[in-house]
């Protein structure tokens, strides 16, 4: 029986989109955004409303796949379909988008051509390795992007509206990682699925709203008896894992616990604080801050989203060095690798990242059709039984 | 033990003076190939497509890192009027030279798609290109001028005018060089990458001063045509070639096959200049047991791997018809395992 | 303000002693074998790389030779028939064996990769030092009609579902298309996600990597009135970052080398590079106004730009061959393709040369192309300093910006030639044809009202399938249905 129903959140996430609506008739301005370096403190500190855009289904990828190529991936063409079909969507007023990998690059382009939704594309170096004058340009390209998100909502972004932001952002983060800290125990009561579930909806309420929801979770976990039985522990990894997913988790979670992951959609985005203006933040690796503490906020926020981890970036030692991390810390027996078709950044890495962390995976490489379910789960409980 | 080369790889590494993951092995398999595939030896020499099958065949059964057409030396001196002897089951025999001595000579050059059975190595050098030529390197053996020669001409009258009538015969040698060329264009043509095949002129038969006198200079005539294509040229001459092996590297050859002289001294006769490729006994693979050829066959590739220029492991001659196919397999398997580079691969820095 | 074109650049119909050029004409791979006859031997002992006179550094055979060797796609082609063109495939089918020979004698090898034009222009300006790119081995499966490095690349994990750049990783494996490198350099950033994947699994074969960062380059931005494309802050702020990046190499290549390199040395690389550069786009212009070569050798001739086939001074000698025969040829109205023969823009260099050759005997002709490598073709500017000439330069890269950006560079080519038609090629699991294909074919035919054709390469094969080819000809009929 799951902690909270999943309509539990479908009805918060529902409320939420109504008061976005209402918002707006005010003259507030909607930011949809797909990833995890997206800036969301400069976008809140601006005075709009970042909304994450991660839907995918087989209904909204048949509905985009009239806008793009057959061999576009999975969560593109759904995206394109998403604005068409979406409630959530077709309230964005403008799209922030990082040049992540090269469908996530051109994606913006074909919204604008299609849907005439104007785009901020933010530049993030792909190289990792955090030489001065990388993170300078990022952080002259933070600057450009508040200019635009001021010139969109009439509100100038303040070095003590980021301050606030910050520190918002850096609560929930910090929530988020209690609550999937609760995950490090045997038999967790925070399921893989809700875990997803929260995290998005965190995400859509904002921090003040999702950190009163994850304290009520956070009771509710404290409140109730774990059960007895030990269950496989899996790790989740791979491309943009939506919450059209969902069935995979609940498919895999029938016989296993998912207890962590290093998905852009899960642990990824809440690991570290961004670090407090001379306060050094969560996230020192013995005594040292991993992320230099001093300078301005946009400086702070520069540092902090350049060093994030994740599979495209080059090279993307540090993923693999979180991902080895997670499966020692969360005490991991297999990886579920679920990749969209044709995501290049994932798929090339499957084979590399199972000899570095030398446990089972199940690689999966699929789109949302639901037509291959049942072979999926067929391989599934071929995995598990290997466990 | 997988390979991690093709075997053109390794031979494009061998003919750039790269070291290879392992020593190309090469038995040379010609009409035991048509015993391999079941089908009579007349039909390999007569048509091209059962010629490129058996040998296809041979290639993936065997692991060898060529393929290569051959059935006999008189196959050029055939297609310009010596008549030979089709045995169902055995290699074609001369039964009359084109000319009893060596007066006359006439102008013709043979026509490789009309002429005797040229066409049928064309025709399996294509067939065999386009089946696997991305992988294997295709060879075609020519027989060369002085051997040819003794095919268009009784061979006692040949040899008696290596004394007698020395510029009679040089003009028969260079009759057939134009033929054989003209021949090795075609090949070229197709795909395949000609062999000059020269066992007439071994110590077997005449002596190191006629060798340099007449066999030297026409096959470096018929190799520096094939260097106008850049081609990498394998010379094979089987028999006794103990006291012409220092010579032949002056022919241009880029590769010598060798048969009776031991590798060691092939080494020192011509290792600074040409890769060589051989030579383990035709009789003893025929005959031997497996355990045997790999024993000798491990000594020969030891030796053969101190090749300065490069080694390739092969048999001295044809694998003879009827050898049984574990012995082939184990000939193979011997070279591999001790041609072996543990190095390859490893980073090597300027 | 860009250098001037070297409007000097006039070429002469050399008269090469014992050999006079046929009348112009594209011919098969079967007719070359009766040409290569009456080339003399002079003229094979004449042409050698690296300056060597040794027998190894020759290179002027015919497609004979390397076909013997494996390439079994020229066997498919057509070619052109003069001396300069012979000798540019020749030199160009060579590459192999010269870049063990580089090792073989001294130089150091170094593999750039991803940015398709200017890391090489620093690396061949340190003395000894040869800069080539395993990026052009996406062709290798295609000049062999052969699977072996694909399934190289699938026993590394990376399948069928991606680009054909995956053939590079698979050469990596083998050690055996070129010598382990000395370094490599691998740029990324705003590039192709498919050949980024391909050097980071390459990082396990190349201890020695440099990573370098090829920024973004954006679009004008919706609030603020500086246009980035022309906005002279947001350019500069990108120079100087690609600078940064740059200096990063040029201290690698010192500790590489031992050797200090001197602004006067990177000057004059930059002055050889545009000396080819200059060099290609006067032979662009020939070929694509006046038909003097055709489109598969210009395919050969562009990519030469990228890193000058291990030898930037002899492939600067076949080119000023190359001009001295195309130039002849415009002036005496010579050309290698009918005056009536259909005009089109082709984006994306095909992978499978074949289509080239196919599209040619159809009834067109390529008078543009978008092969991806614009910032291969433009002249650096020498009155700047180098390293901000280089980055400059970059700064029209194809594949950095938008797809409406190379869109854009298509269309002015169209327009300026009177296209008749757009052909776009692309491959299927290439993670930027998968966006950039659908994209540029609605601009070209919203802004030019033309047909545009696309389609994917068909993994290597002796023949272009029967499905494509009719496309093809459909495409054709329309074009010409539309004179």
Same mark, same amino acid.
């Given at each position: 029986?799951?902690?909270?129903?999943?309509?539990?959140?479908?009805?918060?996430?529902?409320?939420?989109?109504?008061?976005?609506?209402?918002?707006?008739?005010? !003259?507030?301005?909607?930011?949809?955004?797909?990833?995890?370096?997206?800036?969301?403190?400069?976008?809140?500190?601006?005075?709009?409303?970042?909304?994450?855009?991660?839907?995918?289904?087989?209904?909204?990828?048949?509905?985009?796949?009239?806008?793009?190529?057959?061999?576009?991936?999975?969560?593109?063409?759904?995206?394109?379909?998403?604005?068409?079909?979406?409630?959530?969507? =077709?309230?964005?007023?403008?799209?922030?988008?990082?040049?992540?990998?090269?469908?996530?690059?051109?994606?913006?382009?074909?919204? %604008?051509?299609?849907?005439?939704?104007?785009?901020?594309?933010?530049?993030?170096?792909?190289?990792?390795?955090?030489?001065?004058?990388?993170?300078?340009?990022?952080?002259?390209?933070?600057?450009?992007?508040?200019?635009? /998100?001021?010139?969109?909502? !009439?509100? &100038?972004?303040?070095?003590?509206?980021?301050?606030?932001?910050?520190?918002?952002?850096?609560?929930?983060?910090?929530?988020?990682?209690?609550?999937?800290?609760?995950?490090?125990?045997?038999?967790?009561?925070?399921?893989?699925?809700?875990?997803?579930?929260?995290?998005?909806?965190?995400?859509?309420?904002?921090?003040?709203?999702?950190?009163?929801?994850?304290?009520?979770?956070?009771?509710?976990?404290?409140?109730?008896?774990?059960?007895?039985?030990?269950?496989?522990?899996?790790?989740?990894? !791979?491309?943009?894992?939506? %919450?059209?997913?969902?069935?995979?988790?609940?498919?895999?979670?029938?016989?296993?616990?998912?207890?962590?992951?290093?998905?852009?959609?899960?642990?990824?985005?809440?690991?570290?604080?961004?670090?407090?203006?001379?306060?050094?933040?969560?996230?020192?690796?013995?005594?040292?801050?991993?992320?230099? &503490?001093?300078?301005?906020?946009?400086?702070?926020?520069?540092?902090?989203?350049?060093?994030?981890?994740?599979?495209?970036?080059?090279?993307?030692?540090?993923?693999?060095?979180?991902?080895?991390? /997670?499966?020692?810390?969360?005490?991991?027996? !297999?990886?579920?690798?679920?990749?969209?078709?044709?995501?290049?950044?994932?798929?090339?890495?499957?084979?590399?990242?199972?000899?570095?962390?030398?446990?089972?995976?199940?690689?999966?490489?699929?789109?949302?059709?639901?037509?291959?379910?049942?072979?999926?789960?067929?391989?599934?409980?071929?995995?598990?039984?290997?466990? | 033990?997988? $390979?991690?080369?093709?075997?053109?790889?390794?031979?494009?590494?061998?003919?750039?003076?790269?070291?290879?993951?392992?020593?190309?092995?090469?038995?040379?398999?010609?009409?035991?190939?048509?015993?391999?595939?079941?089908?009579?030896?007349?039909?390999?020499?007569? @048509?091209?497509?059962?010629?490129?099958?058996?040998?296809?065949?041979?290639?993936?059964?065997?692991?060898?890192?060529?393929?290569?057409?051959?059935?006999?030396?008189?196959?050029?001196?055939?297609?310009?009027?010596?008549?030979?002897?089709?045995?169902? $089951?055995?290699?074609?025999?001369?039964?009359?030279?084109?000319?009893?001595?060596?007066?006359?000579?006439?102008?013709?050059?043979?026509?490789?798609?009309?002429?005797?059975?040229?066409?049928?190595?064309?025709?399996?050098?294509?067939? @065999?290109?386009?089946?696997?030529? $991305?992988?294997?390197?295709?060879?075609?053996?020519?027989?060369?001028?002085?051997?040819?020669?003794?095919?268009?001409?009784?061979?006692?009258?040949?040899?008696?005018?290596?004394?007698?009538?020395?510029?009679?015969?040089?003009? /028969?040698?260079?009759?057939?060089?134009?033929?054989?060329?003209?021949?090795?264009?075609?090949?070229?043509?197709?795909?395949?990458?000609?062999?000059?095949?020269?066992?007439?002129?071994?110590?077997?038969?005449?002596?190191?001063?006629?060798?340099?006198?007449?066999?030297?200079?026409?096959?470096?005539?018929?190799?520096?045509?094939?260097?106008?294509?850049?081609?990498?040229?394998?010379?094979?001459?089987?028999?006794?070639?103990?006291?012409?092996?220092?010579?032949?590297?002056?022919?241009?050859?880029?590769?010598?096959?060798?048969?009776?002289?031991?590798?060691?001294?092939?080494?020192?006769?011509?290792?600074?200049?040409?890769?060589?490729?051989?030579?383990?006994?035709?009789?003893?693979?025929?005959?031997?047991?497996? =355990?045997?050829?790999?024993?000798?066959?491990?000594?020969?590739?030891?030796?053969?791997?101190?090749?300065?220029?490069?080694?390739?492991?092969?048999?001295?001659?044809?694998?003879?018809?009827?050898?049984?196919?574990?012995?082939?397999?184990?000939?193979?398997?011997?070279?591999?395992?001790?041609?072996?580079?543990?190095?390859?691969?490893?980073?090597?820095?300027? | 303000?860009?250098?001037?074109?070297?409007?000097?650049?006039?070429?002469?119909?050399?008269?090469?002693?014992?050999?006079?050029?046929? =009348?112009?004409?594209?011919?098969?791979?079967?007719?070359?074998?009766?040409? #290569?006859?009456?080339?003399?031997?002079?003229?094979?002992?004449?042409?050698?790389?690296?300056?060597?006179?040794?027998?190894?550094?020759?290179?002027?055979?015919?497609?004979?030779?390397?076909?013997?060797?494996?390439?079994?796609?020229?066997?498919?082609?057509? #070619?052109?028939?003069?001396?300069?063109?012979?000798?540019?495939?020749?030199?160009?089918?060579?590459?192999?064996?010269?870049?063990?020979?580089?090792?073989?004698?001294?130089?150091?090898?170094?593999?750039?990769?991803?940015?398709?034009?200017?890391?090489?222009?620093?690396?061949?300006?340190?003395?000894?030092?040869?800069? #080539?790119?395993?990026?052009?081995?996406?062709?290798?499966?295609?000049?062999?009609?052969?699977?072996?490095? #694909?399934?190289?690349?699938?026993?590394?994990?990376?399948?069928?579902?991606?680009?054909?750049?995956?053939?590079?990783?698979?050469?990596?494996?083998?050690?055996?298309?070129?010598?382990?490198?000395?370094?490599?350099?691998?740029?990324?950033?705003?590039?192709?996600?498919?050949?980024?994947?391909?050097?980071?699994?390459?990082?396990?074969?190349?201890?020695?990597?440099?990573?370098?960062?090829?920024?973004?380059?954006?679009?004008?931005?919706?609030?603020?009135?500086?246009?980035?494309?022309?906005?002279?802050?947001?350019?500069?702020?990108?120079?100087?970052?690609?600078?940064?990046?740059?200096?990063?190499?040029?201290?690698?290549?010192?500790?590489?080398?031992?050797?200090?390199?001197?602004?006067?040395?990177?000057?004059?690389?930059?002055?050889?590079?545009?000396?080819?550069?200059?060099?290609?786009?006067?032979?662009?212009?020939?070929?694509?106004?006046?038909?003097?070569?055709?489109?598969?050798?210009?395919?050969?001739?562009?990519?030469?730009?990228?890193?000058?086939?291990?030898?930037?001074?002899?492939?600067?000698?076949?080119? %000023?061959?190359?001009?001295?025969?195309?130039?002849?040829?415009?002036?005496?109205?010579?050309?290698?393709?009918?005056?009536?023969?259909?005009?089109?823009?082709?984006?994306?260099?095909?992978?499978?040369?074949?289509?080239?050759?196919?599209?040619?005997?159809?009834?067109?002709?390529?008078?543009?192309?978008?092969?991806?490598?614009?910032?291969?073709?433009?002249?650096?500017?020498?009155?700047?300093?180098?390293?901000?000439?280089?980055?400059?330069?970059?700064?029209?890269?194809?594949?950095?910006?938008?797809?409406?950006?190379?869109?854009?560079?298509?269309?002015?080519?169209?327009?300026?030639?009177?296209?008749?038609?757009?052909?776009? &090629?692309?491959?299927?699991?290439?993670?930027?044809?998968?966006?950039?294909?659908?994209?540029?074919?609605?601009?070209?035919?919203?802004?030019?009202?033309?047909?545009?054709?696309?389609?994917?390469?068909?993994?290597?094969?002796?023949?272009?399938?029967?499905?494509?080819?009719?496309?093809?000809?459909?495409?054709?009929?329309?074009?010409?249905?539309?004179?």
């Amino acid at each position: 029986m799951e902690l909270i129903p999943r309509v539990t959140f479908e009805q918060i996430r529902w409320e939420r989109l109504e008061e976005i609506a209402a918002e707006r008739r005010k !003259g507030a301005k909607v930011i949809g955004y797909f990833c995890i370096y997206a800036p969301v403190e400069i976008v809140e500190a601006a005075g709009a409303i970042p909304v994450r855009l991660m839907r995918g289904g087989q209904a909204a990828e048949e509905a985009g796949e009239r806008y793009l190529r057959a061999d576009a991936c999975s969560f593109c063409s759904a995206c394109m379909g998403n604005f068409d079909l979406d409630p959530a969507y =077709k309230q964005v007023d403008a799209v922030l988008a990082v040049n992540t990998c090269d469908m996530m690059r051109r994606l913006p382009e074909s919204i %604008e051509n299609h849907f005439g939704i104007p785009v901020f594309q933010l530049y993030m170096p792909r190289t990792s390795e955090p030489l001065p004058h990388r993170v300078a340009e990022f952080r002259r390209q933070l600057d450009i992007l508040a200019a635009d /998100l001021a010139g969109l909502t !009439g509100r &100038s972004v303040s070095d003590e509206r980021l301050e606030s932001e910050i520190a918002a952002f850096n609560h929930l983060r910090a929530m988020l990682r209690q609550a999937n800290d609760t995950r490090r125990a045997n038999s967790p009561l925070l399921s893989g699925s809700t875990t997803l579930d929260l995290t998005a909806t965190a995400w859509l309420l904002g921090p003040v709203k999702a950190i009163s929801l994850i304290d009520e979770v956070l009771r509710m976990v404290a409140a109730r008896p774990r059960p007895e039985t030990q269950r496989p522990r899996l790790m989740l990894g !791979g491309s943009m894992l939506t %919450e059209d997913d969902r069935w995979l988790l609940d498919l895999v979670e029938e016989k296993a616990d998912i207890v962590t992951d290093i998905l852009c959609t899960g642990t990824r985005w809440f690991a570290e604080d961004v670090p407090g203006g001379g306060e050094s933040g969560n996230g020192e690796v013995g005594g040292q801050e991993r992320v230099r &503490s001093d300078g301005n906020p946009l400086d702070r926020l520069a540092r902090f989203y350049f060093s994030r981890p994740c599979m495209h970036r080059r090279p993307n030692t540090d993923l693999h060095t979180y991902a080895e991390e /997670l499966v020692r810390e969360f005490r991991v027996q !297999g990886l579920v690798y679920k990749t969209l078709l044709y995501c290049d950044p994932w798929n090339f890495e499957a084979r590399r990242l199972q000899e570095a962390l030398g446990i089972p995976i199940l690689h999966l490489d699929t789109d949302y059709s639901t037509e291959n379910r049942e072979q999926m789960r067929t391989r599934v409980e071929a995995f598990l039984e290997t466990l | 033990m997988k $390979d991690l080369l093709t075997p053109r790889e390794r031979f494009g590494l061998l003919v750039i003076d790269e070291p290879q993951d392992r020593v190309p092995v090469f038995p040379l398999v010609t009409a035991h190939a048509a015993r391999l595939a079941g089908i009579p030896v007349r039909e390999y020499y007569t @048509a091209g497509a059962a010629m490129a099958r058996c040998q296809l065949v041979a290639q993936e059964t065997y692991g060898i890192d060529f393929i290569s057409f051959f059935s006999e030396v008189g196959l050029v001196a055939e297609a310009l009027g010596s008549q030979f002897d089709y045995p169902e $089951d055995d290699l074609p025999l001369l039964t009359r030279p084109k000319w009893t001595d060596l007066t006359r000579l006439d102008d013709r050059v043979v026509g490789p798609l009309t002429d005797g059975r040229l066409r049928v190595y064309i025709d399996a050098v294509t067939y @065999a290109y386009e089946a696997r030529g $991305d992988t294997v390197p295709i060879l075609a053996y020519v027989p060369a001028p002085f051997t040819t020669a003794q095919q268009l001409v009784d061979q006692e009258a040949f040899l008696l005018g290596l004394l007698t009538e020395p510029e009679r015969v040089k003009e /028969l040698l260079a009759y057939a060089t134009r033929s054989i060329v003209r021949f090795c264009r075609a090949i070229i043509g197709a795909g395949g990458l000609p062999i000059l095949v020269d066992p007439l002129a071994s110590g077997s038969v005449i002596s190191a001063e006629h060798y340099r006198e007449f066999a030297l200079p026409s096959e470096a005539e018929v190799i520096r045509y094939l260097h106008r294509y850049d081609l990498d040229v394998v010379l094979h001459i089987c028999g006794d070639t103990r006291t012409t092996i220092a010579m032949m590297p002056e022919t241009g050859a880029d590769l010598l096959s060798i048969d009776r002289v031991d590798v060691a001294g092939a080494i020192a006769g011509a290792g600074q200049a040409c890769r060589i490729i051989g030579n383990y006994d035709t009789s003893a693979i025929l005959l031997s047991d497996p =355990k045997t050829i790999e024993r000798e066959v491990a000594e020969m590739t030891t030796a053969g791997k101190n090749c300065p220029k490069g080694f390739v492991a092969a048999t001295g001659c044809e694998v003879p018809v009827d050898t049984p196919p574990e012995n082939v397999r184990a000939f193979v398997r011997s070279a591999r395992q001790v041609g072996f580079n543990p190095d390859y691969g490893r980073r090597r820095r300027a | 303000m860009k250098a001037e074109r070297d409007r000097e650049i006039k070429g002469s119909r050399d008269q090469v002693p014992g050999w006079a050029d046929p =009348k112009s004409a594209r011919v098969t791979f079967d007719q070359w074998l009766d040409l #290569f006859d009456r080339v003399p031997d002079e003229l094979i002992e004449r042409y050698h790389y690296y300056g060597n006179g040794e027998a190894w550094s020759k290179y002027l055979f015919p497609p004979q030779t390397f076909s013997i060797y494996g390439a079994r796609h020229l066997r498919r082609l057509k #070619f052109d028939n003069s001396l300069a063109a012979l000798r540019m495939w020749g030199f160009v089918q060579n590459e192999t064996e010269r870049l063990f020979r580089a090792r073989q004698t001294g130089r150091r090898v170094i593999a750039t990769m991803g940015d398709l034009g200017a890391v090489p222009v620093i690396v061949n300006s340190f003395p000894g030092c040869v800069a #080539f790119y395993p990026d052009c081995i996406w062709w290798t499966p295609f000049v062999m009609e052969s699977r072996v490095l #694909f399934d190289a690349a699938a026993e590394l994990g990376i399948g069928d579902a991606t680009c054909f750049s995956r053939a590079a990783l698979g050469a990596f494996s083998k050690h055996s298309y070129f010598p382990d490198p000395d370094l490599v350099i691998a740029s990324t950033g705003a590039s192709c996600d498919d050949y980024s994947g391909v050097e980071q699994l390459v990082e396990s074969f190349a201890p020695d990597m440099l990573w370098v960062e090829e920024p973004l380059r954006g679009e004008c931005r919706m609030s603020n009135d500086e246009c980035r494309m022309g906005g002279a802050s947001e350019r500069q702020a990108l120079i100087e970052f690609l600078k940064r990046e740059y200096e990063r190499v040029v201290e690698r290549m010192e500790k590489l080398t031992g050797h200090a390199i001197t602004e006067v040395e990177l000057r004059e690389g930059v002055r050889r590079a545009n000396r080819v550069r200059n060099l290609v786009a006067r032979l662009r212009d020939l070929a694509f106004r006046h038909a003097a070569l055709a489109a598969l050798e210009m395919m050969v001739v562009e990519f030469g730009n990228l890193h000058y086939y291990s030898d930037m001074g002899e492939w600067t000698a076949v080119l %000023e061959h190359l001009l001295g025969t195309a130039g002849g040829r415009a002036r005496e109205g010579e050309r290698v393709l009918p005056e009536d023969a259909l005009r089109v823009v082709w984006v994306t260099p095909p992978a499978d040369p074949l289509l080239l050759t196919y599209v040619e005997d159809a009834g067109a002709r390529v008078m543009g192309t978008e092969y991806v490598i614009n910032q291969a073709l433009e002249i650096m500017d020498e009155s700047k300093p180098p390293l901000e000439a280089i980055a400059e330069s970059f700064m029209a890269a194809s594949l950095i910006g938008t797809s409406g950006q190379r869109a854009k560079s298509v269309i002015r080519q169209a327009r300026e030639r009177q296209a008749e038609g757009v052909i776009i &090629s692309g491959i299927l699991g290439g993670s930027h044809c998968a966006m950039e294909t659908r994209l540029i074919s609605d601009i070209v035919k919203q802004e030019l009202d033309l047909p545009a054709l696309e389609f994917d390469v068909a993994p290597a094969s002796n023949e272009i399938g029967r499905q494509l080819q009719t496309r093809i000809d459909a495409f054709l009929e329309v074009l010409r249905s539309r004179r």
